[in-house]
């Protein structure tokens, strides 16, 4: 179904969003990465099969399988594939890595924008933060969890190479633990 209402606020949340990038970028951190400089995503090779299964895991960290995969259909209808990777990281906590591949560079970054709405703002500080990585800006998501009597914060981090989504999610309050699985992809 074409919703016109839907489409004019989806451009104009996404002019507002690049405008204002080009306005001010002080709250962008920048991931060095010398080990893994991968920013393209090799045609000739592709498959999402072989994207989910990071080859340079970091220290610490293990491949457990592919499960079947969250459906992300309420974000986009113009998906064509997904797959999921489970890793535990160095803390012994899960960590998942989907890869969502959408027919245009633009439907992945409606689809990520579609993905972060489903968020409201924090009372207090930021729930998202722009992170620079492997030659691509992605947005590290803040989310909360009660653990033992006590809130504690949780990760993702999602940026999109062309139409390929990615979104690295971790059960640890660790940002790092996010982090070090988006870095380790490559893309």
Not at 52 to 65: A, F, H, I, K, T
Not at 94 to 114: G, H, Q, R
Not at 146 to 155: E, I
Not at 180 to 187: K, Q, S
């Amino acid at each position: 179904m074409y919703n016109p209402k839907k489409t004019v606020a989806s451009i104009l949340l996404i002019s507002i969003i690049l405008f204002s990038g080009c306005i001010e970028d002080t709250d962008t951190e920048i991931i060095d990465n010398l080990d893994n400089t991968s920013s393209g995503i090799d045609q000739d090779n592709f498959s999402l099969d072989s994207m989910v299964m990071v080859e340079n895991l970091p220290s610490g960290y293990e491949y457990l399988g592919s499960p079947p995969i969250n459906d992300y259909n309420e974000f986009s209808e113009k998906i064509i594939e997904l797959k999921e990777g489970a890793y535990r990281d160095e803390d012994n906590l899960d960590v998942f890595l989907d890869i969502i591949e959408l027919d245009s560079d633009s439907s992945a970054t409606e689809f990520i924008l579609n993905y972060k709405s489903q968020y409201e703002q924090l009372s207090t500080g930021d729930r998202f933060t722009n992170v620079n990585f492997n030659g691509h800006t992605g947005t590290r998501i803040k989310t909360y969890t009660y653990r033992a009597g006590n809130q504690l914060p949780k990760y993702q981090i999602i940026w999109n190479n062309g139409n390929i989504v990615f979104i690295v999610r971790s059960n640890s309050n660790l940002e790092s633990s996010a982090m070090n699985l988006a870095i380790a992809t490559g893309y």
